[in-house]
Protein backbone atom coordinates (compact mmCIF):
# COMPACT_ATOMS: atom_id res chain seq x y z
CA UNK A 1 0.00 0.00 0.00
CA UNK A 2 1.33 3.48 -0.95
CA UNK A 3 0.02 6.34 1.27
CA UNK A 4 0.40 9.66 -0.21
CA UNK A 5 -0.28 13.26 1.42
CA UNK A 6 -2.41 15.19 -1.45
CA UNK A 7 -0.24 18.59 -1.70
CA UNK A 8 0.73 17.82 1.85
CA UNK A 9 2.26 21.61 2.61
CA UNK A 10 0.01 23.30 1.41
CA UNK A 11 -2.81 21.45 3.04
CA UNK A 12 -1.41 21.68 6.15
CA UNK A 13 -1.45 25.65 5.82
CA UNK A 14 -5.20 25.86 4.81
CA UNK A 15 -5.92 23.32 7.80
CA UNK A 16 -4.28 25.90 9.84
CA UNK A 17 -5.97 28.82 8.29
CA UNK A 18 -9.30 28.37 7.38
CA UNK A 19 -9.20 31.99 4.88
CA UNK A 20 -6.32 29.80 2.98
CA UNK A 21 -9.45 27.08 2.32
CA UNK A 22 -10.61 26.87 -1.53
CA UNK A 23 -7.93 29.02 -2.38
CA UNK A 24 -5.11 29.34 -4.85
CA UNK A 25 -1.93 28.79 -2.38
CA UNK A 26 1.73 28.39 -2.99
CA UNK A 27 3.95 27.19 -0.47
CA UNK A 28 7.81 28.42 -0.89
CA UNK A 29 10.73 29.61 0.86
CA UNK A 30 11.25 33.35 1.34
CA UNK A 31 12.21 35.45 -1.65
CA UNK A 32 11.15 36.29 -5.14
CA UNK A 33 13.75 33.82 -5.82
CA UNK A 34 12.86 30.75 -4.01
CA UNK A 35 10.59 28.15 -5.73
CA UNK A 36 6.85 26.61 -4.90
CA UNK A 37 7.34 23.28 -2.77
CA UNK A 38 3.68 22.53 -3.08
CA UNK A 39 0.71 24.27 -4.66
CA UNK A 40 -3.07 23.79 -3.51
CA UNK A 41 -5.28 22.11 -5.70
CA UNK A 42 -7.09 25.92 -6.37
CA UNK A 43 -3.75 26.72 -7.84
CA UNK A 44 -3.42 23.31 -10.30
CA UNK A 45 -5.53 24.18 -12.88
CA UNK A 46 -3.16 27.89 -13.87
CA UNK A 47 -0.45 25.15 -14.29
CA UNK A 48 1.64 25.64 -10.88
CA UNK A 49 3.22 23.02 -9.46
CA UNK A 50 5.99 21.94 -7.21
CA UNK A 51 9.51 23.14 -8.74
CA UNK A 52 8.53 26.05 -10.55
CA UNK A 53 10.11 29.79 -9.73
CA UNK A 54 7.64 31.32 -7.48
CA UNK A 55 7.87 34.69 -10.14
CA UNK A 56 6.50 32.59 -12.91
CA UNK A 57 3.59 31.26 -10.71
CA UNK A 58 2.41 34.61 -10.05
CA UNK A 59 2.68 35.30 -13.38
CA UNK A 60 0.31 32.30 -14.13
CA UNK A 61 -1.75 33.30 -11.12
CA UNK A 62 -2.26 36.71 -9.95
CA UNK A 63 -4.31 36.10 -7.06
CA UNK A 64 -1.71 33.43 -5.13
CA UNK A 65 -1.26 33.69 -1.87
CA UNK A 66 2.26 32.87 -1.19
CA UNK A 67 2.64 31.35 2.32
CA UNK A 68 6.16 30.69 3.51
CA UNK A 69 7.06 26.94 4.34
CA UNK A 70 7.19 25.85 8.10
CA UNK A 71 8.90 22.88 7.74
CA UNK A 72 8.59 22.27 11.57
CA UNK A 73 4.89 22.11 11.22
CA UNK A 74 5.20 19.24 8.55
CA UNK A 75 7.72 17.55 10.21
CA UNK A 76 5.64 17.08 13.08
CA UNK A 77 2.27 16.65 10.55
CA UNK A 78 4.34 13.77 9.34
CA UNK A 79 5.63 11.87 12.23
CA UNK A 80 1.79 11.84 13.35
CA UNK A 81 0.83 10.39 9.61
CA UNK A 82 3.70 7.80 10.14
CA UNK A 83 2.31 7.11 13.91
CA UNK A 84 -1.34 6.36 12.30
CA UNK A 85 0.45 4.12 10.23
CA UNK A 86 2.50 2.17 11.95
CA UNK A 87 -0.48 0.83 13.92
CA UNK A 88 -1.41 -0.73 11.14
CA UNK A 89 1.88 -2.80 10.30
CA UNK A 90 4.86 -1.95 11.81
CA UNK A 91 6.16 -2.87 8.05
CA UNK A 92 6.07 1.27 6.77
CA UNK A 93 8.59 2.55 4.90
CA UNK A 94 9.35 6.37 4.78
CA UNK A 95 9.85 7.35 1.56
CA UNK A 96 9.68 11.26 1.63
CA UNK A 97 8.28 13.20 3.86
CA UNK A 98 4.92 13.08 2.98
CA UNK A 99 4.53 9.53 1.54
CA UNK A 100 5.09 6.02 2.59
CA UNK A 101 4.91 2.23 1.96
CA UNK A 102 3.36 -0.28 3.98
CA UNK A 103 3.42 -4.11 4.04
CA UNK A 104 -0.10 -5.08 4.57
CA UNK A 105 -0.02 -8.98 3.73
CA UNK A 106 0.27 -9.79 7.42
CA UNK A 107 -2.81 -7.25 8.22
CA UNK A 108 -5.59 -8.12 5.81
CA UNK A 109 -6.73 -10.64 7.80
CA UNK A 110 -7.42 -8.95 11.00
CA UNK A 111 -8.28 -5.65 8.93
CA UNK A 112 -11.10 -7.25 6.61
CA UNK A 113 -9.23 -6.87 3.27
CA UNK A 114 -7.08 -4.71 1.38
CA UNK A 115 -9.88 -2.20 1.05
CA UNK A 116 -11.28 -1.93 4.19
CA UNK A 117 -7.58 -1.15 5.73
CA UNK A 118 -6.87 1.55 3.09
CA UNK A 119 -10.42 3.53 3.97
CA UNK A 120 -10.07 2.71 7.60
CA UNK A 121 -6.64 4.70 7.07
CA UNK A 122 -8.06 7.04 4.88
CA UNK A 123 -10.82 8.19 7.34
CA UNK A 124 -8.33 7.57 10.51
CA UNK A 125 -5.94 10.08 8.51
CA UNK A 126 -8.86 12.88 7.72
CA UNK A 127 -10.47 12.81 11.36
CA UNK A 128 -7.16 12.33 13.23
CA UNK A 129 -4.46 14.49 11.34
CA UNK A 130 -7.42 16.81 9.05
CA UNK A 131 -5.74 16.36 6.11
CA UNK A 132 -6.44 14.08 2.89
CA UNK A 133 -4.61 11.48 1.35
CA UNK A 134 -4.35 9.05 -1.64
CA UNK A 135 -3.96 5.28 -1.31
CA UNK A 136 -2.97 2.64 -3.81
CA UNK A 137 -3.04 -1.21 -3.06
CA UNK A 138 -1.63 -3.00 -5.44
CA UNK A 139 1.00 -6.53 -5.56
CA UNK A 140 4.03 -4.12 -5.29
CA UNK A 141 5.56 -0.66 -4.62
CA UNK A 142 5.80 0.83 -8.27
CA UNK A 143 2.34 -0.34 -8.65
CA UNK A 144 0.67 0.86 -5.40
CA UNK A 145 2.57 4.42 -6.25
CA UNK A 146 1.04 4.37 -9.53
CA UNK A 147 -2.08 3.62 -7.93
CA UNK A 148 -2.16 6.23 -5.15
CA UNK A 149 -0.67 8.45 -8.30
CA UNK A 150 -3.71 7.57 -10.67
CA UNK A 151 -6.74 8.17 -7.62
CA UNK A 152 -5.76 11.42 -6.55
CA UNK A 153 -6.68 13.72 -4.96
CA UNK A 154 -8.67 12.00 -1.70
CA UNK A 155 -8.58 8.96 -4.06
CA UNK A 156 -8.12 5.08 -3.67
CA UNK A 157 -7.39 2.65 -5.95
CA UNK A 158 -6.49 -0.68 -5.68
CA UNK A 159 -4.71 -2.77 -8.49
CA UNK A 160 -4.95 -6.57 -8.77
CA UNK A 161 -2.37 -8.59 -10.43
CA UNK A 162 -5.56 -9.69 -12.84
CA UNK A 163 -5.95 -5.90 -14.06
CA UNK A 164 -2.32 -4.72 -14.64
CA UNK A 165 -1.83 -5.49 -17.77
CA UNK A 166 -4.89 -3.75 -19.04
CA UNK A 167 -4.08 -0.66 -16.72
CA UNK A 168 -0.01 -0.47 -18.49
CA UNK A 169 -1.49 -1.36 -21.63
CA UNK A 170 -2.18 2.44 -22.46
CA UNK A 171 -0.20 3.69 -19.68
CA UNK A 172 2.67 6.70 -20.70
CA UNK A 173 5.95 5.18 -19.57
CA UNK A 174 6.54 8.34 -17.54
CA UNK A 175 3.94 7.74 -15.23
CA UNK A 176 5.82 5.02 -13.93
CA UNK A 177 7.68 5.87 -10.64
CA UNK A 178 11.86 6.32 -11.92
CA UNK A 179 10.74 7.38 -15.38
CA UNK A 180 11.65 10.87 -15.75
CA UNK A 181 11.28 13.43 -18.41
CA UNK A 182 14.69 12.46 -19.80
CA UNK A 183 14.78 8.87 -19.86
CA UNK A 184 10.57 8.96 -21.33
CA UNK A 185 12.46 11.21 -24.30
CA UNK A 186 14.89 8.68 -24.58
CA UNK A 187 12.00 6.09 -24.71
CA UNK A 188 10.23 8.11 -27.11
CA UNK A 189 12.88 8.20 -29.29
CA UNK A 190 12.94 4.87 -29.28
CA UNK A 191 9.00 5.01 -30.39
CA UNK A 192 8.21 3.42 -26.84
CA UNK A 193 5.40 5.60 -25.19
CA UNK A 194 3.19 3.17 -23.49
CA UNK A 195 3.90 0.93 -21.24
CA UNK A 196 2.77 -1.91 -23.29
CA UNK A 197 4.98 -0.66 -26.28
CA UNK A 198 7.95 -1.02 -23.93
CA UNK A 199 7.33 -4.38 -22.66
CA UNK A 200 7.54 -5.67 -26.74
CA UNK A 201 10.79 -4.14 -26.83
CA UNK A 202 13.67 -6.81 -26.63
CA UNK A 203 15.41 -6.29 -23.10
CA UNK A 204 19.10 -6.87 -25.11
CA UNK A 205 18.04 -3.62 -26.78
CA UNK A 206 17.05 -1.87 -23.75
CA UNK A 207 20.25 -3.26 -22.19
CA UNK A 208 22.59 -1.77 -25.16
CA UNK A 209 21.02 1.09 -25.04
CA UNK A 210 20.66 1.94 -21.32
CA UNK A 211 22.66 -0.62 -19.66
CA UNK A 212 21.83 -2.26 -16.17
CA UNK A 213 18.77 0.03 -16.32
CA UNK A 214 17.27 -1.50 -19.42
CA UNK A 215 16.58 -4.78 -17.73
CA UNK A 216 14.74 -2.76 -14.71
CA UNK A 217 12.91 -1.11 -17.64
CA UNK A 218 11.62 -4.59 -18.91
CA UNK A 219 10.35 -5.19 -15.91
CA UNK A 220 8.97 -2.07 -14.54
CA UNK A 221 6.85 -1.94 -17.91
CA UNK A 222 5.56 -5.75 -17.08
CA UNK A 223 4.29 -3.79 -13.67
CA UNK A 224 7.13 -6.44 -12.49
CA UNK A 225 8.89 -4.76 -9.09
CA UNK A 226 10.29 -6.83 -5.96
CA UNK A 227 11.74 -4.15 -3.46
CA UNK A 228 10.64 -5.06 -0.62
CA UNK A 229 9.12 -2.17 1.81
CA UNK A 230 11.84 -1.98 4.18
CA UNK A 231 10.60 -0.70 7.56
CA UNK A 232 12.63 2.84 7.80
CA UNK A 233 14.22 2.44 11.10
CA UNK A 234 15.68 -0.70 10.04
CA UNK A 235 17.84 1.30 7.27
CA UNK A 236 20.07 3.84 9.32
CA UNK A 237 22.12 4.71 5.87
CA UNK A 238 19.21 6.10 4.37
CA UNK A 239 19.02 9.02 7.25
CA UNK A 240 20.71 12.21 5.63
CA UNK A 241 20.63 16.05 7.05
CA UNK A 242 20.68 18.93 3.91
CA UNK A 243 20.18 22.20 3.66
CA UNK A 244 19.81 23.63 0.51
CA UNK A 245 20.32 27.72 0.00
CA UNK A 246 18.25 29.34 -3.63
CA UNK A 247 20.74 32.67 -3.61
CA UNK A 248 19.47 36.02 -4.22
CA UNK A 249 21.37 36.13 -7.41
CA UNK A 250 23.03 33.75 -9.95
CA UNK A 251 26.68 33.03 -8.51
CA UNK A 252 29.28 32.78 -11.04
CA UNK A 253 32.36 33.22 -8.58
CA UNK A 254 33.56 30.46 -6.65
CA UNK A 255 35.19 32.55 -3.59
CA UNK A 256 31.07 33.82 -2.75
CA UNK A 257 29.79 29.99 -2.80
CA UNK A 258 32.84 28.58 -0.92
CA UNK A 259 31.74 31.05 1.86
CA UNK A 260 27.15 29.91 1.13
CA UNK A 261 28.89 26.38 1.44
CA UNK A 262 30.33 27.15 4.82
CA UNK A 263 26.84 28.37 6.21
CA UNK A 264 25.19 25.22 4.96
CA UNK A 265 27.72 23.21 6.48
CA UNK A 266 27.38 24.97 9.98
CA UNK A 267 23.76 24.70 10.28
CA UNK A 268 23.44 21.06 8.79
CA UNK A 269 26.63 20.48 11.62
CA UNK A 270 24.13 22.29 14.34
CA UNK A 271 20.85 20.17 13.42
CA UNK A 272 23.32 17.10 13.71
CA UNK A 273 24.71 17.87 17.28
CA UNK A 274 20.66 18.45 17.82
CA UNK A 275 20.19 14.82 17.19
CA UNK A 276 22.55 13.66 18.70
CA UNK A 277 24.27 12.03 14.80
CA UNK A 278 27.17 12.53 12.92
CA UNK A 279 27.79 11.42 9.31
CA UNK A 280 30.14 9.87 7.26
CA UNK A 281 29.22 11.19 3.83
CA UNK A 282 29.21 14.80 2.72
CA UNK A 283 27.53 15.80 -0.71
CA UNK A 284 27.61 19.02 -2.28
CA UNK A 285 24.55 20.19 -4.99
CA UNK A 286 25.00 23.16 -7.14
CA UNK A 287 21.86 23.88 -9.25
CA UNK A 288 22.70 26.06 -12.18
CA UNK A 289 20.60 28.58 -13.47
CA UNK A 290 18.90 26.46 -16.06
CA UNK A 291 17.68 24.36 -12.97
CA UNK A 292 19.95 21.54 -14.50
CA UNK A 293 21.13 19.99 -10.91
CA UNK A 294 24.82 18.26 -10.36
CA UNK A 295 25.52 16.33 -7.22
CA UNK A 296 28.62 15.01 -5.63
CA UNK A 297 29.80 13.84 -2.74
CA UNK A 298 33.37 12.32 -0.88
CA UNK A 299 32.76 9.50 2.08
CA UNK A 300 35.22 10.17 4.95
CA UNK A 301 36.84 7.62 7.66
CA UNK A 302 35.55 9.57 10.57
CA UNK A 303 31.66 10.76 11.12
CA UNK A 304 31.80 14.44 11.11
CA UNK A 305 29.24 17.11 13.44
CA UNK A 306 31.21 20.18 13.03
CA UNK A 307 30.84 22.63 10.37
CA UNK A 308 34.41 23.50 10.01
CA UNK A 309 35.20 19.85 8.85
CA UNK A 310 32.24 19.22 7.27
CA UNK A 311 32.93 22.15 5.21
CA UNK A 312 36.52 21.09 4.68
CA UNK A 313 35.09 18.13 2.76
CA UNK A 314 32.54 19.99 0.98
CA UNK A 315 35.11 22.56 -0.26
CA UNK A 316 36.80 19.98 -1.92
CA UNK A 317 34.08 18.26 -3.45
CA UNK A 318 33.12 21.58 -4.85
CA UNK A 319 36.73 22.80 -5.62
CA UNK A 320 36.83 19.55 -8.04
CA UNK A 321 34.13 20.57 -9.72
CA UNK A 322 33.73 21.83 -12.87
CA UNK A 323 31.68 24.49 -13.12
CA UNK A 324 29.45 24.96 -16.01
CA UNK A 325 29.45 28.67 -17.50
CA UNK A 326 25.89 29.29 -16.39
CA UNK A 327 25.36 30.80 -13.16
CA UNK A 328 24.72 29.23 -10.07
CA UNK A 329 21.19 29.87 -8.25
CA UNK A 330 21.19 27.03 -5.83
CA UNK A 331 23.73 25.18 -3.24
CA UNK A 332 23.51 22.47 -1.27
CA UNK A 333 25.29 20.85 1.61
CA UNK A 334 23.84 17.16 2.86
CA UNK A 335 25.61 14.91 5.51
CA UNK A 336 24.36 11.11 5.34
CA UNK A 337 26.02 7.85 6.24
CA UNK A 338 24.49 8.47 9.93
CA UNK A 339 25.58 7.32 12.92
CA UNK A 340 24.50 8.31 16.59
CA UNK A 341 27.41 10.02 18.07
CA UNK A 342 28.64 9.44 21.42
CA UNK A 343 30.19 12.38 23.39
CA UNK A 344 33.11 11.50 23.77
CA UNK A 345 36.38 13.80 24.07
CA UNK A 346 38.47 13.91 21.38
CA UNK A 347 42.19 12.52 21.64
CA UNK A 348 44.24 15.48 20.71
CA UNK A 349 44.10 18.92 22.40
CA UNK A 350 44.14 21.09 19.59
CA UNK A 351 40.45 19.10 19.08
CA UNK A 352 39.47 19.17 22.28
CA UNK A 353 39.62 22.63 22.47
CA UNK A 354 37.83 23.05 19.13
CA UNK A 355 35.19 21.23 20.68
CA UNK A 356 34.97 23.32 23.41
CA UNK A 357 34.22 26.31 21.20
CA UNK A 358 31.91 24.28 19.20
CA UNK A 359 29.84 23.21 23.00
CA UNK A 360 29.97 26.96 24.03
CA UNK A 361 28.57 28.05 20.97
CA UNK A 362 26.00 25.53 20.77
CA UNK A 363 25.17 26.71 24.12
CA UNK A 364 24.40 30.51 23.38
CA UNK A 365 23.24 29.65 20.14
CA UNK A 366 19.92 27.36 21.98
CA UNK A 367 19.65 30.27 24.56
CA UNK A 368 19.63 33.17 22.59
CA UNK A 369 18.72 31.57 18.80
CA UNK A 370 20.47 30.57 15.90
CA UNK A 371 23.86 32.11 14.63
CA UNK A 372 23.89 34.31 17.73
CA UNK A 373 27.62 33.55 17.83
CA UNK A 374 29.17 32.59 14.75
CA UNK A 375 31.96 32.76 13.09
CA UNK A 376 33.32 36.08 11.39
CA UNK A 377 33.62 35.01 7.83
CA UNK A 378 29.79 34.39 7.83
CA UNK A 379 29.22 37.96 9.47
CA UNK A 380 26.20 39.64 7.26
CA UNK A 381 25.68 36.43 4.78
CA UNK A 382 21.99 35.98 3.81
CA UNK A 383 19.86 33.74 6.05
CA UNK A 384 17.79 31.54 4.01
CA UNK A 385 18.55 28.58 3.85
CA UNK A 386 15.98 25.48 4.54
CA UNK A 387 16.03 22.18 5.15
CA UNK A 388 16.08 19.70 2.17
CA UNK A 389 12.34 18.81 2.30
CA UNK A 390 11.61 16.04 -0.66
CA UNK A 391 14.47 13.85 1.35
CA UNK A 392 13.46 14.48 4.89
CA UNK A 393 13.40 11.48 6.72
CA UNK A 394 12.80 10.84 11.05
CA UNK A 395 15.81 10.81 12.72
CA UNK A 396 14.11 8.61 15.78
MG1 LIG B 1 2.14 14.02 -1.92
Redesign the pocket.
Given at each position: MHV???A?FASVEQRGNPWLRGRPIAVSGSGWRSVVTSASYQARPFGISAGMPVAQAMRLCPALIRVEGNSDKYVETSEQVIALLREVTPLVEVASI??CYLDITGSLRLFGGAEALARRVKARIREEVGLACSVGVAPNKLMAKLASGLSKPDGLLRLTAEELPAWLEHLPVTELCGIGPRLGAALTAMGVRTCAELSRVPVAALTARFGIVGRHLHEMARGVDSTPVVPTEERPDAKSVGHTLTLDQDLHDREPMRRHLFRLAEEVARRLRKGRYAGRTVTVMVRYADFVTWSRQTTLEAPLDEGLAIYDAARRVFDGLRLRPLGVRLLGVTVSHLVHARDQLPLLPSLQRRRASVQAMDAVNDRYGEFTLTRATLLQMETRTRPISPSWRPLA
Amino acid sequence: MHVDMDAFFASVEQRGNPWLRGRPIAVSGSGWRSVVTSASYQARPFGISAGMPVAQAMRLCPALIRVEGNSDKYVETSEQVIALLREVTPLVEVASIDECYLDITGSLRLFGGAEALARRVKARIREEVGLACSVGVAPNKLMAKLASGLSKPDGLLRLTAEELPAWLEHLPVTELCGIGPRLGAALTAMGVRTCAELSRVPVAALTARFGIVGRHLHEMARGVDSTPVVPTEERPDAKSVGHTLTLDQDLHDREPMRRHLFRLAEEVARRLRKGRYAGRTVTVMVRYADFVTWSRQTTLEAPLDEGLAIYDAARRVFDGLRLRPLGVRLLGVTVSHLVHARDQLPLLPSLQRRRASVQAMDAVNDRYGEFTLTRATLLQMETRTRPISPSWRPLA
